[in-house]
C-alpha cells in the first residue's frame, strides 16, 4: 500500500484533516520519519528543528565547503603541482553547474551525508558518452533515489525518482559518496542512528515551549463542590482559555474570576525537578558527541575553555572529525570522476593548510624555522600568508654552518675519512652516514634515468631497423596478395552470380594460401626483434638476455593476430568496393584501382605500424618476464602530437590497459581520440612511435 493510500485511509470525519504546521502523526509514518522513545518524530528532514543537530550539520557541511578543492598533477618522481588546465578544475573549484558555486554545492552534499548518510549527485558528460570528460555535477535529493542494488557483474547501480517513474542510472553516472556503511552499498544516517537522542532533546525544547505557552503556569485541575451543567462547563472552559492558556506569558498575573462553587487547585511542578535545564544541555552533549564536534563549537562552554585549549580542540576537530569526511570525498572524486587514464597522471585533493593555521606568533616561529633550514623560500611564506611575492625571494637560505655534502668536490668517501671517528662525535657519524645514503639514492636515480635512455633509444633504434624490414616483407605478401584477388576477379567476371563466386574465391585464398605465405614472410622477423627486444629489457632492467620460449610463443600469436586482422580488412574492402558499385563492371575498376593503392602504398604502412606496434606488445611480454610490475608510456616527439603527450608519464599494472575500449582521451590543438580497443602500449593512434618502459 503507497503513500497516498495511507493517506486516505487515515482521513475519517472523526479526523478530517491535519495541517502542515503542526501535523498528525500519521502524517510523519506517511513520510518516513520515526517515533522516538521521547514521542518526537525524528527523520533526516526534522533533526535540523533541533538547533544543536542544526549546528552540528553546519559546522561540517560549511568546513567541507570552505576548504579550496584542487587538481593536481603528479610531478615525477615524487611531488603535485595544481592543474588548472585540466577540465575538472573548473567543475570542482568553481562552479559545478549552472546553479550552483563550488561552495554551495559541497555544503548541499555535506548535509545530505550528515542526515541521509549518502550523498548523490548526477554526472554529466561531454556529448551525452558515459566516457566523456565530466562538464556538470548535479546534486540529487537523497529520498529521491529508492534503491541501490547490484546487477549480475556486481556493480551498482540506481533506482531514481524522475516525476512518476524511476530512471536507471548506471555507476559511471552517479557519484556516491557514503557515510560509514555496514552492508557497502548505501551508508549510515546519523541523524537516524541518534533518533532517540535528538527526539529527548526535541520534548525538551517542546516542555520549556508549552511551559511558556501556559504563560509559565504549571497544570492544574477546577474544583466543584456540585454537579455543574454542560452550559456551564462550557463557559468555565472558554475563560480558563481565554485567561490562563494560548497567550503565554502576555496572560501571565491576569485575575481569573471563577463562579458557581468552581475553584481552583494548581499541580505544583518544578521544572528544576523535571530536570528540563539538564535534560537540554546534555543533549547538546550527546548530539555533538555523535557528530564528533567540540563543545565550544557549538557554545557550550559551561566548563570553560582556554584560548590554548579551544586552539587544541581546533586541531582535534581538523584531524578527528573532518579529515575523515575529506578523504570520502578526495577518494569517491578521483575514482568516479578522473577517467582511467587520467588517475596515474592527476589527483583530486582539498588543500587544508590554511584551516590548521594557529595563531599570528605560532605561525610565525614555524616560518622561520622552515626558512633558517631551507625548507621555505621567503616567497612561499608571503603565499601562504596571502601576500604577494618580492623580488629576490625565492631562493632557500642555507645556514653558514651547513651545506650539501659533495658540492665543494669532497666525495662522500673522502668526507668520512677526513671527518671526526664514530666513536668521538656520533653526531657527525650520523650525518655522513646520512649523505653517503642520499648520495647512493642519487647515484641509483641517475643510473636508472640513464638505464630508461637507453632503453628509449635502443627501441626506436629497433623500429627503424625493423620498420623497413617489415616493408620488404609486406611487399611480397601483398604482392601475392594483390595477384591472388586479381585472379578471382577476372574469373568471376563470367561467372552468373559474381559477386558470390568473388567472395568464396576470396575467402579461399585467404584461409588457406594468405596465412602461410604472411608467417614466411614475418614470423622470421617478429622473432628476431622478440629477441633483440629481451636483450634491451635485460639491459634496462636485468634479467636473462637470452631468447624465452614464452617470447617465441608470443610472437607466433601476434604473427596470426596480424593476419586476421589484414585478411579481414582485405576482404572487407574489397566486397565493400563491389556491393556498392552498380554493375560488377564498374566494381571490377574500382576493385583494381585498389589493389593498384595496396601494391603502391600499403607496405609502407604495415612497416611503418608493425615496428611500433609489435615492438610495444613484445616489450610487455618481455617486461613481465624480467618481473617488471608496472610500466609507464614514453612519449616520443611530443611536441608535433599533443595527444602523446597528453599520455606521456601515465603509470599502469603490467596487465592493465593505458586506455579501456570507449575512452576518450582529450588535448589541447587536438581532435579527442576514442579507444576503438584497449590500448596496452603503443601506438596511440596512426603515426605514433612512442614505446613503454619499466616505471620503478
Known amino acids: 500500500m503507497g503513500i497516498l493510500d495511507s493517506i486516505q485511509r487515515r482521513a475519517s470525519p472523526e479526523n478530517p484533516s491535519t495541517s502542515l504546521a503542526d501535523p ?10 520515526t517515533a522516538t522513545a521521547a514521542g518526537q518524530r525524528v527523520s533526516p528532514r526534522t533533526a535540523c528543528r533541533l538547533s544543536t543537530v542544526l549546528a552540528c550539520v553546519r559546522i561540517l557541511s560549511e568546513s567541507v565547503a570552505q576548504l579550496p578543492l584542487l587538481v593536481y598533477e603528479r610531478i615525477q618522481p615524487q611531488g603535485k603541482d595544481r592543474a588548472p588546465e585540466h577540465p575538472l578544475w573548473g567543475v570542482l573549484h568553481e562552479a559545478p553547474n549552472l546553479l ?18 549518502n550523498a548523490y549527485a548526477e554526472i554529466e558528460r561531454e556529448g551525452g558518452r558515459k566516457d566523456g570528460r565530466v562538464v556538470a555535477l548535479w546534486p540529487i535529493v537523497p529520498d529521491l533515489v529508492h534503491a541501490v542494488r547490484q546487477d549480475d557483474a556486481g556493480r551498482p547501480y540506481y533506482l531514481i525518482k524522475e516525476g512518476a ?58 474544583v466543584s463542590d456540585g454537579n455543574l451543567s454542560a452550559e456551564s462547563l462550557d463557559r468555565i472552559r472558554v475563560e480558563k482559555e481565554s485567561i490562563l492558556g494560548g497567550g503565554g506569558t502576555r496572560n501571565a498575573h491576569r485575575l481569573a474570576i471563577l463562579t458557581g462553587g468552581v475553584k481552583w487547585q494548581q499541580i505544583a511542578t518544578d521544572p528544576e525537578q523535571a530536570q528540563s535545564l539538564e ?90 624555522t622552515a626558512v633558517q633550514m631551507g625548507a621555505m623560500t621567503r616567497n612561499e611564506v608571503r603565499s601562504a600568508e596571502n601576500m604577494n611575492p618580492l623580488p629576490g625571494l625565492d631562493e632557500p637560505l642555507t645556514p653558514l654552518n651547513m651545506g650539501v655534502l ?69 611487399e611480397r605478401f601483398v604482392g601475392r596478395e594483390v595477384k591472388a584477388v586479381l585472379r578471382a576477379l577476372k574469373r568471376s567476371l563470367s561467372s552468373g552470380a559474381p559477386i558470390a563466386d568473388l567472395q568464396a574465391a576470396l575467402a579461399e585464398f585467404y584461409d588457406a594460401e594468405f596465412p602461410a605465405a604472411v608467417r614466411m614472410d614475418m614470423l622470421p622477423l617478429i622473432l628476431s626483434l622478440a629477441g633483440a ?51 560488377f563492371d564498374d566494381a571490377a575498376a574500382a576493385i583494381e584501382q585498389r589493389l593498384a593503392e595496396w601494391q603502391d602504398k600499403r607496405p609502407a604502412k604495415i612497416g611503418s605500424r608493425e615496428s611500433v606496434q609489435a615492438g610495444g606488445f613484445l616489450a610487455r611480454e618481455a617486461y613481465a618476464l624480467a618481473g617488471v610490475t608496472r610500466l609507464r608510456w614514453h612519449a616520443v616527439g611530443t611536441e608535433d602530437c599533443p595527444l602523446c603527450s597528453r599520455l606521456d608519464g601515465t603509470v599502469v599494472g603490467i596487465r592493465a590497459q593505458f586506455l579501456e575500449s570507449g575512452d576518450e582521451l582529450q588535448a589541447d590543438g587536438a581532435q579527442p581520440l576514442v579507444a576503438q580497443t584497449p590500448i596496452s602500449h603503443p601506438p596511440l593512434h596512426r603515426g605514433c612511435n612512442c614505446v613503454i618502459v619499466a616505471d620503478g
Open 24 to 33: 498528525n502523526s500519521w502524517m510523519f509514518d506517511a513520510w518516513g520519519a
Open 100 to 117: 550552483q558555486t563550488s561552495f554551495e554545492f559541497r555544503e548541499m552534499l555535506q548535509a545530505h551525508l550528515l542526515l541521509w548518510g
Open 165 to 222: 517513474k524511476f530512471e536507471r542510472f548506471e555507476q559511471q553516472e552517479i557519484l556516491h559518496i557514503r557515510a560509514m556503511s555496514l552492508g557497502g552499498l548505501q551508508g549510515l544516517s546519523i541523524a537516524t542512528q541518534i533518533r532517540d537522542a535528538i527526539g529527548l532533546g526535541m520534548a525538551a525544547e517542546d516542555f520549556g515551549a508549552r511551559y511558556f505557552s501556559n504563560g509559565l503556569h504549571p497544570g492544574g485541575i477546577l
Open 279 to 368: 535534560t537540554r544541555l546534555f543533549q547538546v552533549r550527546d548530539i555533538a558527541r555523535a557528530f564528533r564536534i567540540p563543545l565550544h563549537m557549538v557554545q557550550d562552554l559551561e566548563k570553560g575553555a582556554s584560548n590554548a585549549s579551544v586552539e587544541a580542540q581546533q586541531v582535534e576537530f581538523l584531524v578527528q572529525s573532518l579529515m575523515p569526511w575529506l578523504v570520502r570525498w578526495e577518494q569517491v572524486l578521483n575514482r568516479s570522476l578522473l577517467r582511467s587514464f587520467d588517475r596515474p597522471k592527476y589527483l583530486v585533493e582539498f588543500f587544508v593548510s590554511g584551516f590548521a593555521r594557529g595563531d599570528m606568533e605560532t605561525r610565525w616561529k614555524a616560518y622561520s
Open 406 to 474: 659533495g658540492s665543494d668536490g669532497v666525495t662522500p668517501a673522502d668526507a668520512v675519512a677526513k671527518g671526526p671517528a664514530p666513536q668521538r662525535d656520533l653526531l657527525a657519524f650520523v650525518a655522513h652516514r646520512a649523505a653517503i645514503e642520499q648520495a647512493e639514492q642519487k647515484g641509483e636515480r641517475e643510473e636508472r634515468a640513464a638505464r630508461e635512455k637507453r632503453a628509449v633509444s635502443g627501441r626506436l633504434r629497433l623500429q627503424r631497423a625493423f620498420e623497413g624490414l617489415f616493408a620488404r616483407a609486406a
Open 533 to 583: 627486444i629481451r636483450g634491451e629489457v635485460a639491459d634496462e632492467v636485468g634479467g636473462d638476455p637470452e631468447m624465452h620460449p614464452h617470447l617465441g610463443k608470443m610472437a607466433g600469436e601476434y604473427v596470426d593476430t596480424f593476419i586476421d586482422r589484414h585478411a579481414g580488412s582485405s576482404q572487407g574492402q574489397v566486397v565493400a568496393l563491389a556491393s556498392a558499385s552498380p554493375t
